[in-house]
């Protein structure tokens, strides 16, 4: 029987035109003799929201530290291809039972070993129910995975001190392809002992680790340095990174070009006219797996799972005008959504039935904001978009909110938290009662992943509490099947009853815009917008 073995570069679900963005990196001088190999990198981030724990981080402020500190079985290179880390081979000849070995004597930080017990002991409390954590959705396609008890995972077992294996409820094609993310990272032994402290003071086997025990200043920055330990294919070449949580992208643009940041990747909209002459041949405009959208609550009174919270949520995504928006606001550096992915994803279309609604229509939108008042009248009720004010939000929430009310006649506004912590925090304990931003940084370079997470019932970023059984239908259907062409087309036939019942507003999509210091060479930003820093050099 043939063995699927999947290696460098082997998982046939890679986008080609997401391989095509290794060509648009931007980056200093090729040099890198006079590079100073113990210079501390500065980069720009945000306080994470909870402790770093991996299966409990989904969102970039805490993603970018714990990608720096962990290594996984694989990782993502700048094309967003799988690269072997951790892992010595991952094999199947079903895609529905794997055979992972990992690579002998590999630490962590520690000394714990980072053998099978450490990913099969990790995995397994991610998924436990009881423990509540927010990547838990990952696990759901493992054998033993449930969401009503605390059930093991039995699809887990450790074969001997490098293997294990991993046996899914049904073939899953891209599961190789998943092993990258977060999520399936490895913990040590002593993290078990107190989780939450262990999230404080994390200790990984990544390619930097924390400077110290008090190296986490909150709601400030974060210091690493370089993990010796570490021998994959991110093996740093600078001395470290610091990564700075600013209030405002504008503060982190200010240092940036003062001197005092390294690297940035998010130009804020007030600089968006000026950073390219600011910057020169150091500034980054460049595709991104990156998909921006708001998410309305089915909580929400009026915007229920029902006739008339369909008619109000189509009337408010053809009352924004997102072309103006993209063009005034952001200047050339986002593009109007056509469907809930990213054009730089594998199976990407702008040709979805239904995507109509996503097109600027007044009329259209007046008239059925009109029938969904025939069924229950709206009266003088407010709708709000939250977001948080320290992330460069403001002016495109203020737009959005305008557009909205100029076209149907209804107060709108937005709702700003202080910061990022706060607002996903409201959004996570259901305790927010407006609508709120939302959006995808990609977890791993495949369509799925923009809509199990999201959207599937149960899923772990589904904030909205979204659930349509024919929706999760074509998910199974096309995660089960092996030919990523045919997976895809049930993907997009998802896509079209998301189109009908909008559980979340598409936008636009991002690309990536940044820049770098004088002194700093080698700068290359990846498949999903984040910097590599390991290859970041400094003189």
């Given at each position: 029987m043939k063995i699927r073995r999947y290696g460098i570069g082997a998982v046939a679900l890679v986008a080609a035109s997401v391989l095509a963005l290794s060509g648009c990196a931007s980056s200093g001088s090729d040099s890198t003799s006079s590079a100073n190999t113990a210079a501390i990198i500065t980069?720009?981030?945000?306080?994470?929201?909870?402790?770093?724990?991996?299966?409990?981080?989904?969102?970039?402020?805490?993603?970018?530290?714990?990608?720096?500190?962990?290594?996984?079985?694989?990782?993502?290179?700048?094309?967003?291809?799988?690269?072997?880390?951790?892992?010595?081979?991952?094999?199947?000849?079903?895609?529905?039972?794997?055979?992972?070995?990992?690579?002998?004597?590999?630490?962590f930080t520690n000394g714990d070993p980072v053998d099978a017990n450490s990913f099969v002991d990790a995995w397994q409390y991610g998924a436990l129910l009881s423990n509540e954590q927010l990547n838990s959705y990952f696990f759901e396609d493992i054998e033993g995975f449930s969401?009503?008890?605390?059930?093991?995972?039995?699809?887990?077992?450790?074969?001997?001190?490098?293997?294990?294996?991993?046996?899914?409820?049904?073939?899953?094609?891209?599961?190789?392809?998943?092993?990258?993310?977060?999520?399936?990272?490895?913990l040590p032994k002593s993290a078990f002992a107190d989780m939450d402290a262990f999230g404080q003071n994390p200790v990984?086997?990544?390619?930097?680790?924390?400077?110290?025990?008090?190296?986490?200043?909150?709601?400030?920055?974060?210091?690493?340095?370089?993990?010796?330990?570490?021998?994959?294919?991110?093996?740093?070449?600078?001395?470290?990174?610091?990564?700075?949580?600013?209030?405002?992208?504008?503060?982190?643009?200010?240092?940036?070009?003062?001197g005092n940041l390294d690297v940035l990747d998010a130009v804020p909209s007030s600089a968006f006219s000026t950073y390219q002459n600011d910057l020169g041949d150091r500034a980054v405009n460049q595709p991104a797996a990156i998909f921006q959208s708001f998410t309305i609550p089915e909580r929400l009174a009026h915007f229920g799972n029902d006739e008339e919270g369909k008619l109000r949520r189509a009337a408010i995504s053809m009352a924004i005008n997102r072309p103006e928006i993209t063009d005034?606001?952001?200047?050339?550096?986002?593009?109007?959504?056509?469907?809930?992915?990213?054009?730089?994803?594998?199976?990407?279309?702008?040709?979805?039935?239904?995507?109509?609604?996503l097109a600027y229509n007044p009329d259209e939108a007046k008239k059925l904001w009109a029938q969904a008042d025939a069924i229950s009248p709206w009266g003088d009720s407010t709708?709000?978009?939250?977001?948080?004010?320290?992330?460069?939000?403001?002016?495109?929430?203020?737009a959005v909110s305008n557009s909205v009310k100029n076209v149907l006649g209804i107060n709108a506004s937005g709702a700003p938290y202080a910061t990022f912590a706060e607002a996903r925090t409201a959004i996570t304990?259901?305790?927010?009662?407006?609508?709120?931003?939302?959006?995808?940084?990609?977890?791993?370079?495949?369509?799925f992943n923009f809509l199990g997470p999201l959207y599937a019932t149960n899923a772990s970023s589904n904030d909205g509490d979204y659930?349509?059984?024919?929706?999760?239908?074509?998910?199974?259907?096309?995660?089960?099947?092996?030919?990523?062409?045919?997976?895809?087309?049930?993907?997009?036939?998802?896509?079209?009853?998301?189109?009908?019942?909008?559980?979340?507003?598409p936008l636009w999509y991002s690309n990536v815009t940044g820049g770098y210091g004088e002194t700093v060479s080698n700068v290359e930003f990846g498949w999903n917008s984040v910097p590599l820093y390991y290859e970041i050099t400094k003189s």
């Amino acid at each position: 029987m043939k063995i699927r073995r999947y290696g460098i570069g082997a998982v046939a679900l890679v986008a080609a035109s997401v391989l095509a963005l290794s060509g648009c990196a931007s980056s200093g001088s090729d040099s890198t003799s006079s590079a100073n190999t113990a210079a501390i990198i500065t980069a720009n981030g945000s306080e994470p929201q909870n402790p770093l724990i991996p299966t409990n981080t989904n969102e970039t402020g805490g993603g970018k530290i714990i990608d720096a500190i962990f290594a996984g079985l694989e990782y993502y290179d700048a094309s967003g291809a799988p690269q072997l880390d951790v892992a010595e081979s991952i094999e199947t000849d079903d895609s529905q039972t794997f055979t992972i070995k990992i690579k002998p004597d590999l630490t962590f930080t520690n000394g714990d070993p980072v053998d099978a017990n450490s990913f099969v002991d990790a995995w397994q409390y991610g998924a436990l129910l009881s423990n509540e954590q927010l990547n838990s959705y990952f696990f759901e396609d493992i054998e033993g995975f449930s969401y009503d008890e605390d059930s093991p995972l039995t699809g887990l077992k450790v074969v001997d001190d490098l293997t294990f294996t991993v046996t899914l409820k049904e073939a899953r094609s891209d599961f190789p392809l998943r092993l990258g993310y977060s999520a399936f990272y490895p913990l040590p032994k002593s993290a078990f002992a107190d989780m939450d402290a262990f999230g404080q003071n994390p200790v990984g086997n990544g390619p930097y680790k924390l400077a110290s025990d008090t190296a986490w200043a909150h709601n400030e920055k974060i210091d690493l340095v370089v993990n010796d330990q570490y021998d994959g294919g991110r093996k740093a070449q600078n001395g470290g990174l610091t990564i700075v949580f600013y209030a405002s992208e504008d503060a982190a643009y200010a240092d940036l070009l003062g001197g005092n940041l390294d690297v940035l990747d998010a130009v804020p909209s007030s600089a968006f006219s000026t950073y390219q002459n600011d910057l020169g041949d150091r500034a980054v405009n460049q595709p991104a797996a990156i998909f921006q959208s708001f998410t309305i609550p089915e909580r929400l009174a009026h915007f229920g799972n029902d006739e008339e919270g369909k008619l109000r949520r189509a009337a408010i995504s053809m009352a924004i005008n997102r072309p103006e928006i993209t063009d005034v606001i952001f200047q050339g550096t986002r593009t109007p959504a056509s469907d809930f992915t990213s054009p730089v994803i594998d199976g990407w279309s702008d040709s979805l039935e239904g995507a109509d609604v996503l097109a600027y229509n007044p009329d259209e939108a007046k008239k059925l904001w009109a029938q969904a008042d025939a069924i229950s009248p709206w009266g003088d009720s407010t709708f709000q978009i939250a977001y948080n004010s320290d992330g460069g939000h403001a002016e495109w929430v203020d737009a959005v909110s305008n557009s909205v009310k100029n076209v149907l006649g209804i107060n709108a506004s937005g709702a700003p938290y202080a910061t990022f912590a706060e607002a996903r925090t409201a959004i996570t304990d259901r305790s927010i009662q407006t609508a709120f931003r939302t959006g995808w940084q990609a977890d791993y370079p495949g369509l799925f992943n923009f809509l199990g997470p999201l959207y599937a019932t149960n899923a772990s970023s589904n904030d909205g509490d979204y659930s349509n059984p024919e929706f999760d239908a074509l998910l199974q259907e096309g995660s089960s099947t092996a030919d990523s062409a045919t997976a895809n087309e049930d993907f997009q036939k998802a896509q079209e009853i998301l189109l009908k019942d909008l559980p979340a507003i598409p936008l636009w999509y991002s690309n990536v815009t940044g820049g770098y210091g004088e002194t700093v060479s080698n700068v290359e930003f990846g498949w999903n917008s984040v910097p590599l820093y390991y290859e970041i050099t400094k003189s």
